[in-house]
């Protein structure tokens, strides 16, 4: 096309005019050309910068991350031993339930265990007191014994006299 230009121009008598000025819109087109590569250019590299940085965190980052990583793959054992303690506990329920009800009857057993041995106290007073009145009872009986056998010596003594008197006389 520039030769066609060239062409032209000289066939016209006035070339070296349109010549100049193509070559003018050539390099301004250059130029803006090399100006918008070279902003794109630091666009790219200012970027590049900056993913460099953030390679460089994320490197130095790297070891608390590994670290993360171990904390992690601590709990991932630590959840599997405890789903296995928790499926070997699981037939244990079964037993604790057992174990609890067994607990209640024997609650309920001490409870009216308790209550019976608080009836026989009861009772057991009341015999107490009843053996303290026969008791009582008795020792009156035993003095009235004394009394009436006093008496009744006496009264052998008496009748004793009165028969022999009956005799001498």
């Known amino acids: 096309m520039v030769e066609l230009a060239r062409t032209d121009a000289r066939a016209r008598g006035g070339g070296a005019g349109l010549f100049n000025v193509i070559s003018v819109v050539v390099l301004i087109v250059g130029v803006v050309a090399i100006g918008i590569t070279a902003a794109l250019l630091a666009r790219t590299l200012a970027v590049a910068q900056s993913i460099d940085n953030k390679a460089q965190a994320i490197a130095e ?69 009843t053996a303290g009145t026969i008791n009582d009872t008795a020792r009156d009986i035993a003095t009235s014994l004394d009394t009436i056998s006093r008496t009744a010596g006496t009264i052998a003594n008496t009748t004793g006299d009165i028969a022999t008197n009956v005799e001498n006389r």
Not at 97 to 120: F, H, L, M, W
């Open 61 to 129: 980052n790297a070891d608390n991350i590994n670290v993360a990583t171990d904390a992690v793959a601590s709990l991932n054992r630590t959840n599997e031993l405890a789903t296995s303690i928790l499926q070997s506990a699981k037939p244990l329920q079964s037993q604790l339930n057992t174990v609890a009800a067994t607990a209640r009857d024997i609650d309920d057993v001490a409870k009216s265990i308790n209550e019976t041995a608080g009836n026989i106290n009861a009772t057991a007073g009341t015999i107490d007191r």
